[in-house]
């Protein structure tokens, strides 16, 4: 498997993010869901990874620049069919690394609290991400959890 950082053009990532969107709608009040769509993930301060596994798009992620020393992570999945296979921590652990050497000092995140989200909370919580209170313009939610990490 190979990361790699993606322009967001091409017709498999398109649908592999409308799929997540899609998803998150169906399992989160539309006043409580935070997923980015595809034109908000082009925006310049958006890095995003695709991960790869031959020509099959397996994964995906992104941080969001909040300042200088802050970035938000977006859009983390795994295709359905390879959850639970240790993707979405290599890809995690790519994320932390990358936003590290971009200079940021601290890593935050906003997810669900429904059980759902519980694998992700978890995956979460084993790379030293704690529960934390909102930030950068989110408000209280009993949808969302924050989470944050310093680097």
Not at 59 to 85: N, Q, T, V, W
Not at 87 to 112: C, D, K, Y
Request: aromatic share 8%; with cysteine.
């Amino acid at each position: 498997m190979k990361i790699v950082v993606d322009d967001l053009s091409g017709r498999q990532i398109a649908e592999f993010l409308d799929e997540h969107v899609q998803e998150m709608r169906s399992i989160t009040p539309p006043d409580s869901k935070h997923a980015l769509d595809l034109d908000s993930l082009r925006s310049p301060e958006v890095t995003f990874w695709s991960v790869m596994d031959g020509d099959t798009l397996v994964g995906c992620g992104a941080i969001k620049r909040l300042d200088a020393g802050h970035a938000e992570l977006k859009s983390m999945r795994a295709a359905p069919a390879r959850k639970r296979s240790g993707i979405a921590s290599l890809l995690l652990n790519h994320i932390v690394t990358e936003a590290q050497r971009m200079g940021f000092t601290r890593l935050s995140l906003e997810t669900g609290s429904d059980e759902f989200f519980l694998p992700a909370r978890k995956l979460y919580g084993k790379f030293g991400f704690e529960y934390c209170e909102p930030f950068a313009g989110y408000r209280p939610d009993p949808n969302s959890v924050f989470m944050t990490k310093k680097l």
